[in-house]
């Protein structure tokens, strides 16, 4: 019986198909690495943008915020005074002063605007109803119906420009003791000044 040589793989008989070959495993190689490298890199300026959405939507949000707590200082006021607010100038431009962003303050007994500060350049909300203005009418409905701060922007405002106007409703207790609708707070502001106390281009 004849002894059998071992199997030997014979050399590439075509030296440019060899090459080929290299080239072709070396570039699908390449193009796997550089997939991988873009998807990586993609998903971490994803992660990156998401990042800074979470902590932008928080400044503007922290920012806003110390902007309507002009509306809950001054319902606080009305309900001490029992629909009075003492020096109600003088109190609205110090809320103002403090809040960047805050153009006007107003009070709005049965929802119809009869004092508002500052005076200048805002005289047009007196005799302002939100609840017949198309852009306002849904929320300030929502904001009597839940009792809850309604903010609606961008809208046209009232004295020129486009801005947010909140409403807060406020009840007073009547003679039994039951709340009743007294009317709203209002703050109008614009956002470019907000975001701009908020730190953001």
Not at 99 to 111: F, K, N, T
Request: hydrophobic share 45%.
């Amino acid at each position: 019986m004849q002894d059998r040589a071992p199997f030997a793989a014979k050399p590439y008989s075509h030296p440019l198909g060899a090459a080929l070959a290299v080239f072709l495993g070396s570039l699908a190689l390449c193009a796997a690495g550089i997939g991988f490298l873009m998807h990586h890199t993609e998903r971490q300026e994803r992660a990156h943008v998401a990042a800074l959405a979470s902590s932008y939507a928080g400044t503007i949000q922290t920012a806003t915020e110390h902007v309507l707590s002009a509306n809950h200082a001054l319902a606080a006021l009305v309900r001490q005074g029992t629909g009075n607010v003492t020096d109600f100038e003088d109190v609205a431009t110090e809320l103002i002063a403090h809040r960047p962003g805050l153009l006007a303050v107003a009070l709005a007994p049965g929802g119809v605007i009869q004092q508002v500060a500052p005076l200048i350049g805002n005289d047009k909300l007196i005799g302002f109803n939100p609840t017949q203005e198309p852009h306002q009418a849904a929320a300030s409905r929502l904001a009597q119906d839940t009792g809850q701060l309604t903010l609606t922007g961008p809208v046209p405002l009232p004295q020129g420009g486009i801005g947010e106007v909140a409403q807060l409703p406020v009840f007073l207790n009547n003679a039994q003791g039951v709340p009743q609708y007294w009317g709203m707070v209002m703050g109008f502001m614009r956002t470019p000044e907000v975001l701009e106390s908020a730190k953001l281009d």
